[in-house]
């Protein structure tokens, strides 16, 4: 009888120890690792957003040299980009949570640059269209993994604004790319061909410097690497002053916790987290997650309909209502000013104001936009519109990423992740063959609304979510309804 009752207390000790080591993360001051990391992991984003916008200005050279049809055209850039972005997502989603961080991390930069330079090489359609799928995945699933990696290791303080500063480093690759390629495509032949290389070699430079990152110590507790998380744990904090860390560098007691853990090998999660083993496809279809997961999937979902639809078409719409493509293009260009503008607010507020709040607002930004734009009044107008579309666009995508990555626990985290902004991408596609649809059959204005709108529902989807803002990651995603949580923790209130 002894025996049983030693390795309860074993279980309940390696539990508590699990659980200090994640109080002493939630206390860290700031960033635990080397500024270079963060850049390594922004270097990610670049890729994604310089991989998302070099393919609409490869492609009118690419449809001259493979005599492509504009279905063919559709189905490269739309069906393919995207269907390999959702599986890339979950596979290697479901490789993270199973196997990791950092080797799911590394894999989805060596899969996308593969994926670049494969394109750089396409000799046609058939080519073209499977490199295309594999760059896909890769983006899909690093936009994932760059999110959730960040989120654990961030202390919940400052946990959005961190994020936010990786997204500055991408969201740059947005702005940088069409001068790219406007300095290769149009003066090379084999100008196109260039733009993918310069991909490639991003993505598979991000692995090169992917390799200095560390595991996520949150993975390794919850999977049971105590000594290992402990000691990732202890470099994390000689980064910081004595003074400035403060009572982090000793241990706490359990009773300061944000819940009781689990019983369980690296008892990471708090109880009624891991209560009844279940399979992840049951847990993420059911309760509180498979709630969660239907509330992001439809709110990603209305969102890319008006992200897809704007970026994808506004230039040629734009010319083809009497604007002309130069003057498109130009009005569209001083608008993208409102990117960097829109991160650089959230890097401000993303942990000084609900992080479902600011969504919301950046959503009402969207549709003010979209508004403007819609009235083709003049170049003003549009220019005015464009550039509040960008600011919400810069401000909304890396607080509802990072919304989106806490609403789930450590042990689902990506595969939810992978779910919510992957299945939400099937709006991307809705999006881009809507818009020139709704104009061609109604009016230019009321397209334009349209998309506006179907941003606002997804604010006030996003407005149902839980409060995520200085909150310890094992509080939010405690199995509870989706959009209520216990209150925040004294502590966490106190720094």
Do not use: C
């Amino acid at each position: 009888m002894s025996a049983p009752a030693a390795g309860t207390e074993g279980q309940a000790g390696r539990a508590a120890r699990g659980q200090t080591l994640l109080d002493r993360m939630d206390r860290l001051p700031g960033w635990p690792l080397p500024r270079l990391d963060l850049f390594v992991l922004g270097l990610a984003y670049f890729f994604v957003f310089y991989d998302i916008t070099d393919i609409g200005f490869g492609l009118p050279a690419i449809v001259k040299q493979f005599s492509l049809s504009s279905n063919d055209v559709k189905f490269v850039a739309i069906a393919i980009g995207l269907v390999g972005y959702i599986v890339g997502s979950n596979l290697i989603g479901a490789l993270a949570d199973r196997r990791g961080r950092r080797l799911a991390f590394l894999t989805s930069l060596l899969v996308s640059g593969l994926g670049s330079l494969g394109t750089a090489f396409a000799t046609g359609i058939v080519s073209l269209s499977i490199w295309r799928f594999l760059t896909g995945m890769g983006v899909g699933a690093a936009l994932n993994l760059a999110s959730t990696y960040v989120g654990e290791l961030s202390p919940p303080s400052q946990r959005g604004r961190i994020s936010v500063t990786m997204f500055m480093i991408g969201i740059m690759g947005q702005a940088i790319t069409p001068f790219v390629a406007l300095a290769l495509v149009p003066h090379f032949y084999i100008g196109w061909r260039l733009l993918f290389g310069i991909g490639a070699l991003i993505g598979l430079a991000g692995v090169l410097f992917g390799l200095r990152l560390p595991e996520s110590p949150r993975w390794l507790i919850h999977h049971g690497h105590l000594d290992k998380a402990e000691a990732m744990v202890g470099s994390m904090e000689q980064r910081f002053d004595p003074q400035e860390l403060g009572a982090a560098a000793a241990p706490h007691p359990a009773g300061q916790a944000s819940g009781p853990v689990s019983a369980a090998p690296g008892g990471s999660r708090p109880a009624g987290d891991d209560q009844h083993r279940v399979s992840t496809v049951y847990e993420l279809t059911h309760g509180r997650y498979g709630l969660a997961v239907l509330a992001m999937i439809t709110m990603w979902f209305l969102w890319y309909i008006g992200n897809y639809g704007f970026l994808g078409d506004a230039a040629t719409l734009l010319s083809a209502h009497g604007l002309g493509i130069g003057s498109s293009i130009l009005y569209l260009a001083v608008g993208a000013i409102g990117y960097p503008a829109g991160a650089g607010i959230m890097i401000l507020t993303a942990d000084k104001v609900e992080r479902k709040y600011l969504i919301l607002g950046a959503t009402v930004l969207w549709l003010i936009g979209m508004l403007l734009i819609g009235t083709l009044a003049n170049g003003a107008v549009v220019t005015a519109g464009s550039f509040l579309a960008s600011l919400a666009l810069g401000s909304y995508l890396q607080v509802a990423y990072t919304f989106t990555a806490e609403n789930f626990p450590t042990r689902l985290r990506a595969r939810g992740f992978a779910l919510a902004d992957g299945g939400g991408h099937l709006g991307g596609a809705v999006g881009a063959l809507l818009l020139p649809t709704l104009i061609s059959g109604t009016t230019f204005f009321l397209g334009f609304a349209v998309i506006g709108i179907t941003g606002v529902l997804a604010g006030l989807i996003a407005l149902g979510g839980p409060k995520t803002s200085g909150r310890s990651l094992e509080l939010i995603a405690r199995p509870t309804r989706f959009g209520r949580q216990s209150p925040k923790r004294p502590v966490q209130e106190a720094r």
